[in-house]
Nanobody, 121 residues
Framework: QVQLVESGGGLVQPGGSLRLSCAAS????????MGWYRQAPGKQRELVAA???????NYANSVKGRFTISRDNAKGTVYLQMNSLKPEDTAVYYC???????????????WGQGTQVTVSS
């Protein structure tokens, strides 16, 4: 029904930058919140950043001032600009979207397949 396709992960040195992208496709009437979560080995998945359809944002304390989330509503795409990356940012990053597939319907949660971000020298 709805697919989220992520791109932009990879290996970067400490202090470097990466930009993640996530594009939604399928049966979409509208998209409410979109966001990025991450899961490091042995840890629970945690919220990194989220953005509403109106542009309001929310960040984990650990990434405030370093990461910026944005979205293009016309393209159904959300981005995560990650600067000043640290080894502790290493994780699999997952895209999330709350999608309404028909007018008057309720939002359903969808997840991307995950993209690996590794911060290491």
């Amino acid at each position: 029904q709805v697919q989220l396709v992520e791109s932009g992960g990879g290996l970067v040195q400490p202090g470097g930058s990466l930009r993640l992208s996530c594009a939604a496709s399928g049966i979409i009437f509208s998209i409410n919140a979109m966001g990025w979560y991450r899961q490091a080995p042995g840890k629970q998945r945690e919220l990194v950043a989220a953005i509403t359809s109106g542009g309001s944002t929310n960040y984990a304390n650990s990434v405030k001032g370093r990461f910026t989330i944005s979205r293009d509503n016309a393209k159904g795409t959300v981005y995560l600009q990650m600067n000043s990356l640290k080894p502790e940012d290493t994780a699999v990053y997952y895209c999330h979207a709350a999608v309404i597939s028909r007018g008057g319907g309720y939002p359903a949660n969808y997840w991307g397949q995950g993209t690996q971000v590794t911060v290491s020298s």
